[in-house]
């Protein structure tokens, strides 16, 4: 059975401060995504991941791949306040039905 | 138009009621899912619609009944809830089923009493 799990599942970090989210997968897998959830709303996508070694950037938020150790981290640069929420990585089982399997979540509080 | 709009927000219901819940999109996407996600939980996969058929039931019990009467609408049917079935259910789609970006509404937060 495919496992995503993350690390860690509660974060809280102070505003300036560097930190990095890890996603450990248990299957053969080429595709990532990361989806940042605010409390009682939707899943938005922030990271489509396609392939080993890939590294995306979008303002303080950077994502990158590896395959072959079937992690994925999403770092984030110089915290603010905004980007508290809970952050999903999810898995592609494209040989395995192609559902999204998600991590537990990762739980991000920044305070000033 | 890039949204996948779900209808109600928020909805409230007793044991024998019977609600439906709605999602449509316009983006010409052909798979259509709905997610059911509990407070501080990721989301679990419920059903799955690829060109309008049912393609994946995740054993989830025939109080929720999912219907796509065409390509752009999803409705989940509900009947004689149970309160541990309150949750966030969120409705998604995608261009294809497999190996293509879920994008999600913003999800109806039921609450079966």
């Known amino acids: 059975e495919l496992k995503v799990e993350q690390n860690p599942l509660f974060l809280s970090m102070q505003e300036g401060k560097n930190y990095t989210i890890y996603c450990n997968y248990s299957t053969t897998s080429d595709r990532l995504y990361w989806y940042r959830q605010d409390p009682g709303k939707s899943l938005e996508s922030l990271f489509v991941?396609?392939?080993?070694?890939a590294v995306k950037q979008e303002g303080r938020l950077m994502a990158s791949l590896d395959t072959k150790a079937r992690l994925s981290t999403l770092h984030i640069t110089a915290a603010v306040h905004d980007l508290s929420a809970t952050y999903f990585c999810?898995?592609?089982?494209?040989?395995?039905?192609?559902?999204?399997?998600f991590g537990q979540g990762t739980e991000l509080s920044v305070k000033p | 138009d890039t949204e996948v709009t779900q209808t109600p927000k928020h909805l409230v219901m007793g044991m024998t009621n019977k609600k439906s819940l709605k999602c449509e999109q316009h983006?010409?996407?052909?798979?259509m899912y709905w997610y059911k996600q509990k407070a501080k939980k990721p989301p679990e996969l419920m059903f799955v619609y690829s060109y309008e058929k049912l393609s994946i039931n995740e054993s989830v019990p025939s109080r929720f009944s999912p219907e796509c009467p065409n390509s752009s609408l999803l409705n989940l049917h509900l009947h004689a809830l149970q309160p541990e079935d309150s949750a966030l259910y969120l409705c998604a789609s995608s261009f294809g089923r497999v190996r293509e970006k879920l994008f999600f509404g913003s999800g109806t937060q039921l609450s079966v009493l």
């Open positions: 991941l396609l392939s080993n070694g």
């Open positions: 983006m010409g996407h052909r798979a």
């Open positions: 999810a898995v592609d089982t494209y040989n395995q039905g192609g559902k999204l399997i």
